[in-house]
């Protein structure tokens, strides 16, 4: 059974990091392309950060960019999103996506992500 479980969200001040994981089970992250994506409140989910299954490219929404870190471990088939100096728009839940060329893409079940101000 194909799985991406995330982990690591909570409640942190403004200014304040979080790291988030994503575990994956049931194939591998080779050759996929991987990446996060959040939908705050009242708001439509957006892709906030991936990289290509290609040359490893990573991308990020300008709106955290310099903030906002992603990266894996391919010997642990998880990736993580490392996110500092957070902001209260930054809240929402955080869902990890992979995706293998145009096929339908995994997504995990999101991890709730606070920023009080």
């Known amino acids: 059974e194909v799985q991406l479980v995330e982990s690591g969200g909570g409640l942190v001040q403004a200014g304040g990091s979080l790291r988030l994981s994503c575990a994956a089970s049931?194939?591998?992250?080779?050759?996929?392309?991987i990446g996060w994506a959040r939908r705050a409140p009242g708001k439509v989910r957006e892709g906030v950060s991936c990289?290509?299954?290609?040359?490893?490219?990573?991308w990020y929404v300008d709106s955290v960019k310099g903030r906002f870190t992603i990266s894996s471990d391919t010997a642990k088939n998880t990736m993580y999103l490392q996110m500092n100096d957070l902001k209260p728009e930054d809240t929402a839940v955080y869902y990890c996506?992979?995706?293998?060329?145009?096929?339908?893409?995994?997504w995990g079940q999101g991890t709730q992500v606070t920023v009080s101000s």
């Open positions: 049931g194939f591998r992250f080779d050759g996929y392309a």
């Open positions: 996506v992979a995706r293998w060329g145009s096929s339908s893409p995994y």
């Open positions: 990289i290509s299954s290609g040359d490893g490219t990573t």
